[in-house]
């Protein structure tokens, strides 16, 4: 069992920056993938990013490819996703969840087993 808790959600400007961190229990948190989606107001939840167990692998939404970064610490059992030049479509409740394969390539919210309750981030134009 696994218990995910994001943090680092506000409000910002268009074109500023934000860095959510999602803290996970657990001594298995080094062998799962983890990933951020997202949820908009009347739009079904959506993939953001995946990084495997290990960190050396990431994967993005080509919507967020070059201005988002998924990272991990092992040792300290988080992850992270720096979003910078953020843009008002931006805005939604992200989530993080952890999938056991360790795989992070995965894209489907179908595939990860564990949620955090989300953290929402508004952007304002």
């Known amino acids: 069992q696994v218990q995910l808790v994001e943090s680092g959600g506000g409000l910002v400007q268009a074109g500023g920056s934000l860095r959510l961190s999602c803290a996970a229990s657990?001594?298995?948190?080094?062998?799962?993938?983890m990933g951020w989606f997202r949820q908009a107001p009347g739009k079904e939840r959506e993939f953001v990013a995946g990084i495997n167990w290990s960190g050396r692998y990431t994967y993005y939404a080509n919507s967020v490819k070059g201005r988002f970064t998924i990272s991990r610490d092992n040792a300290k059992n988080t992850v992270y996703l720096q979003m910078n030049s953020l843009e008002p479509k931006d805005t939604a409740v992200y989530y993080c969840?952890?999938?056991?394969?360790?795989?992070?390539?995965?894209?489907?919210?179908?595939?990860?087993?564990?949620w955090g309750q989300g953290t929402q981030v508004t952007v304002s134009s």
């Open positions: 657990g001594r298995t948190f080094s062998s799962y993938a």
């Open positions: 969840a952890a999938d056991t394969s360790g795989l992070g390539s995965k894209r489907s919210e179908y595939e990860y087993q564990y």
